[in-house]
C-alpha cells in the first residue's frame, strides 16, 4: 500500500473533509445503534443488561449487524449514559420521556428530561463526551445534581396523613437496614 503524499493545498483540504464527514457518518450510525440498545434496555425490562452484557453480547452484536467489540463498547456507552443520568436526575433513564440528544457532529451529548423542562431549560443539560476514551469530569454535568431539579411545592402539596406515612416507611426502612449491617449472613 502506497503512502499518500499531498501535491497541493486543495488535496489536503478535500482528504481532510472527507475523513471528516466519514467519522461524522460512523458517531451518527453509533448514536443510533446507542438509542437503539436504550430502547430495548426499556422494552425487556432487563436491569442485567445496565449492568454487564456478557450473556447478550453476541445476539445484540449479530442483531446490529457489528462486531463484538463494538457492541461491548455500544452497551458501555448505554450503561455510561444510564449512570449519568441517574447522577444528574436521581432516577433512570426512560426513553419515554427522557432523551439523549447529541451536538451537531455528535461529539457530545446531554439530557433533555421533564423535570428540566419544567426548571427552564428547554435545550439539552450537561455536555458528556461521546467518546468513550475521554473521561467525564464534574464540568460536563454543568453544576445540575438531583437537588437542580427538586420540586418544593410537591411536598406542600402532601397532607399529613402521608407525610407521616412516608416518615414511618423511612424509618422501618432504616431500622431494617441497620439490622442487616449489624448481622450479615
Not at 18 to 39: C, Q, S
Not at 93 to 115: L, M, N, R, T
Not at 123 to 131: A, E, S
Request: hydrophobic fraction near 35%; proline fraction near 4%.
Amino acid at each position: 500500500m502506497a503512502a499518500w503524499f499531498p501535491t497541493n493545498f486543495e488535496d489536503v483540504c478535500k482528504r481532510n473533509a472527507g475523513r471528516r464527514k466519514l467519522h461524522m457518518r460512523k458517531r451518527e450510525a453509533r448514536a443510533d445503534r446507542i438509542l437503539r440498545i436504550l430502547l430495548s434496555m426499556d422494552a425487556l425490562k432487563r436491569i442485567n443488561l445496565r449492568d454487564t452484557t456478557c450473556a447478550g453480547l453476541s445476539p445484540a452484536a449479530q442483531a446490529m449487524k457489528v462486531s463484538l467489540s463494538t457492541a461491548s463498547r455500544d452497551h458501555a456507552l448505554a450503561r455510561r449514559i444510564h449512570r449519568q443520568f441517574g447522577r444528574m436526575f436521581g432516577r433512570s433513564f426512560d426513553p419515554k420521556q427522557d432523551h439523549v440528544v447529541w451536538s451537531w457532529d455528535w461529539s457530545q451529548y446531554g439530557f433533555i428530561a421533564p423535570e428540566s423542562k419544567q426548571a427552564g431549560y428547554p435545550k439539552p443539560v450537561g455536555q458528556f463526551p461521546f467518546d468513550t476514551r475521554k473521561q467525564e469530569t464534574e464540568e460536563c454535568y454543568g453544576e445540575f445534581n438531583q437537588l437542580s431539579w427538586h420540586n418544593e411545592e410537591f411536598l406542600s402539596r402532601i397532607n399529613t396523613s402521608e407525610l407521616i406515612r412516608l416518615y414511618l416507611w423511612a424509618q422501618r426502612t432504616r431500622e431494617r437496614v441497620n439490622r442487616y449491617n449489624l448481622n450479615p449472613k
